[in-house]
């Protein structure tokens, strides 16, 4: 999808769910519920589910969480601007009762991705979110921001120290912010999951068991012995979780 046509294809997706019939000229039809449904995971990669008054909002964290500069277009991105107002809209409808959150990301930016993280944890309805092939780096954050987590058994997520690319001057105070973004993650993560704060460092400084590189891969059920994710599960069990949790 071109960046250029999101903004335009959004501004149907916030007006109360619904299509207004006057943006169409005379004699062309307006998309039936389905095809909208099909033009939203297009274009923001999201699907309502459940009747008219009882909805389930799924949200999908793919590929690359992108910050404040354009990745290239040949990556699959999740854009923080684009979600960012998904959960402001969420919060608001009346007739969303809860929201699931399928993540499989390699991680990204740190800022926006726990800019989408702090909001979620925020949030007053129900939320639950699925680790599903991956969720790496600052997808541990995203993992654990919902009410209640799920994990594949086959899934994976990788826990390292902060890393950053492009031009670093080699002084303290470089090295002082460094220490205090990986405390605001590890901070993020112990207050909204079961892990220490002692365990969760020393898997991300774990030396011993990626090649070229430092941290620690946990799979699904280790993910849950860790106390990082509360359950493995499938989907069901996450939408289960949901509809017995509505408010």
Known sequence: MERKNFRNSRKNTYSNNS???????????????????YERIQNIGS????????????????????????????????????????????????????LLILLNTVGGDIEA????????????????????????SIGVPLA???????????????IH?????GTTLGTPQSFEYLRQMQERIANFVVENSKISKKRF????????????????????????KEGIIDECGTLTDALKYLYRNQK
């Open 19 to 37: 299509t207004n019939n006057s943006e169409y000229s005379p004699g062309e039809k307006a998309p039936t519920g389905s095809e909208k449904q």
């Open 201 to 224: 460092y020393e898997l991300c400084m774990n030396t011993k068991e990626l090649d070229m590189d430092i941290g620690t891969v946990v799979e699904g059920q280790q993910a849950v």
């Open 144 to 158: 654990v921001c919902t009410d209640k987590s799920f994990i594949a058994k086959t899934a994976t997520m990788v």
């Open 113 to 136: 991705g726990l800019a989408i993280a702090e909001l979620i944890a925020g949030m007053s309805k129900p939320t639950v979110s699925m680790v599903i092939g991956g969720g790496h």
């Open 47 to 98: 699907v309502i589910t459940g009747n008219k008054n009882n909805k389930i909002y799924c949200l999908t964290i793919i590929g690359q969480i992108e910050g404040h500069t354009y990745l290239p277009e040949e990556n699959k991105t999740t854009k923080y601007e684009h979600i960012i107002p998904e959960l402001v809209a969420i919060e608001e409808d009346p007739k969303i009762k809860g």
């Open 161 to 165: 120290p902060v890393r950053t690319t």
